[in-house]
Structures are given as C-alpha cells and as structure tokens.
C-alpha cells in the first residue's frame, strides 16, 4: 500500500483518520479515510499503488461499464441511466457553446453518442478495454485509451465532462491543471461526483456505497471541489443535485450492510436524503458542478 504522505489537494503534512471503512465489493480489505488538517480535504490513506488500482475493479460486472439488463437492479439503472444521459446532453448543450466535447472515463459511450447526434464533435477516455470496445464497436466513436491529458494540445475542446471520474483520479490536483490548458478560454467543464454531506452518508456512515474503497480515492464535499477548481481559476457557475443517485446508494449501502438491497427502505432512504437536500439541511447524494475556465 502507498501512505501518502501529503494532502492531494494542498500538499498538508498532518490528517486524522476520519473513517475506517473497507471494500465490500471485492477484496474486503480495510481502508482508512483521512481528513487534511490543513484544508478539510477527504482521501483515502494508505492506498493502492496507481499500477495496482485496477485489479479493485471487476470489469466484466462493473455496473458502468455493461449494458446488461438482467435481474431487477440492472434495469432499473439502465432504465434511469437512458433518462439520465438525455438530461445530461441537454445540460450540456444548455452550459456551453460548445462545437468539441471531451468525455473523460466514457464508459460504452452512451453520453458521448447523444452528444453526436446533437453534431457536437466526441473524443471520449476509457481505459477499461471492455466498456471502449463496446463504445466503439456499438456506436463507432474515437475513444481512447490513453488517460494523459497531454496528449491533447492546448484550447482542443470547449467543454469536457467528468461524470464520477474526479473520485478515482490519482492527482487531482495535477488533472485540473492540465484541464486548464485544454479547455478553452470561457469553455465549461462539468464534473460529477459523489457528496459527502448527504443524508444518506451520515446515516450510512462506513457502509456508505459512494466511499467506494479503495477505487475512490478522493471524497468530495460543496467546498472542498471550489477550492479545488478556484485554485485554477475555474469559477463555479452552477450545482445540480443528481436525485436519482441517493436511492442507487442506499439501495447498495443497506446490501453492504446487510447483504440485502431491502428495496423498500432504500427507496425511504433515498426520498428522504434528497427531501433533506431540496431544503437546504443536508446536501445531494451526488452533485453535478458546472465550472467555467478562466484563462
């Protein structure tokens, strides 16, 4: 395991463990999530090393990664997952002017062949071999493997989206930065990712599915992904909360708690996080940040 040493975000020497969880998806190893002293910051410390990383995924069942519709779990996300590549097209198109679209972690490429069909130009990043085969094969798309984003000149894209891409992203830190120089001046970047102070994860606590470990190795919160971006001069524009995401979890949290999905109290669960959320008291179990990059 690699300890790191230093907070991704402000390079803070100092943290205390804010929870001890582990993966209850495949490894059932132990894994600590600490908080930065310096800025407030979430991540999780020890971690796999990068080369290590993907071994914590199953690819073949990966829920992001398939299309499959068996069983009653997997309709009901690729069911919500069609509404919601729709609303996220139409976002986007709504958010920026934009003629070139960056989709980074594409997974099959659904979002990024609604884009194109609405003649915006796609380049997708996936480096899971079965999601960009699927993606490429289904809807003939330029995805790539490669997940350096120097590979891309500067000002390439009016807009990139990173939907749950951020949490598992190695150096955060350096990922914005090298965001900056490929978006264009005044372009957007949309970034998703699971929230913290929701209901459901105070009430989920350590069996909180969106913790996700050891694959999500930062843990986002309102403030702390500003400050992120505002430390490139990114400048928030506008939040979305992603409703449908607090019963997709707590359906999840109450299986690694349980071992059952109990469909009935995850949905209560779920209806009441975002309820708590709508009025101000807590925050969405994951929300959608409209960001603009200011050169």
């Known amino acids: 395991m690699n300890l790191i040493e230093q907070c991704p975000i402000c390079s803070g020497s100092k943290n205390n463990i804010f929870l001890e969880g582990k993966d209850f998806s495949l490894s059932k190893e132990k894994f600590n999530i600490v908080k930065c002293l310096s800025c407030n ?29 068996k069983g009653l779990f997997n309709f009901l996300y690729q069911t919500i997952r069609k509404y919601a590549i729709k609303t996220k097209t139409q976002l986007l198109i709504k958010s920026s002017q934009t003629k070139k679209h960056l989709d980074i972690g ?37 995805i790539k493997k490669n997940t350096d984003l120097k590979q891309f000149k500067q000002n390439s894209f009016e807009s990139v989206s990173m939907w749950h891409v951020l949490e598992h992203v190695y150096e955060p830190d350096q990922t914005i930065l090298n965001l900056k120089k490929i978006i264009t001046n005044n372009g957007t970047l949309i970034i998703a990712v699971p929230n913290y102070e929701s209901l459901d994860a105070i009430i989920y606590k350590k069996f909180w599915a969106a913790w996700d470990l050891p694959i999500h190795l930062n843990h986002f919160s309102v403030k702390s992904i500003t400050k992120l971006l505002s430390n490139h001069n990114f400048i928030l524009e506008k939040k979305i909360g992603m409703k449908f995401d607090s019963f997709y979890v707590s359906l999840l949290s109450n299986e690694h708690k349980s071992g059952n999905k109990k469909y009935l109290k995850g949905f209560l669960i779920g209806l009441i996080s975002n309820i708590s959320a709508f009025f101000g008291l807590t925050q969405y179990s994951s929300t959608i940040y409209i960001f603009s990059n200011k050169k």
């Open 41 to 69: 910051f979430l991540y999780t410390n020890p971690r796999p090393f990068e080369k290590n990383l993907g071994k914590y995924y199953i690819s073949s069942s990966y829920i992001s990664h398939t299309d499959s519709k």
């Open 106 to 142: 594409c997974g099959t490429g659904e979002f990024l062949n609604s884009c194109k069909n609405k003649n915006i130009e796609c380049v997708g990043i996936e480096p899971s071999d079965i999601a960009r085969n699927k993606g490429i094969e289904k809807y003939n798309l330029n």
